[in-house]
């Protein structure tokens, strides 16, 4: 069962890849990206669908870096044993 699902997974990243590929042969035509004042840059069209990828990742990431921190310093809080609350040993009641 296992080697069927590690082969199923194989295929499907074997699959995603060839589409991928097949996109970045299939988009090689020169793209022109518009910036202001007359500047542009002109590149393949999958550098430039690349980069708008990568960018967006990289301002998702940026912008849950607050929320991570907040978590992580909750977790540092919450984690601390509190000197209130200390174990104590058990007295036998029968004696």
Known sequence: MKRLLRLLQWL????????????ALNNQQE??????????????????????????VVV????????????????KINAKPSPEVSPTPETPHGT
Do not use: C, D, E, I
């Open 12 to 23: 499907l990243k074997a699959a995603v890849f060839f589409t991928l590929f097949a996109f």
């Open 31 to 56: 793209t022109r990206v518009n910036f202001f004042f007359g500047t542009y840059w002109a590149a393949p069209t999958v550098l430039v669908v690349l980069s708008a990828f990568t960018l967006g």
């Open 60 to 75: 998702g990431v940026l912008g849950m870096v607050p929320r991570w921190w907040r978590h992580r310093q909750a977790a």
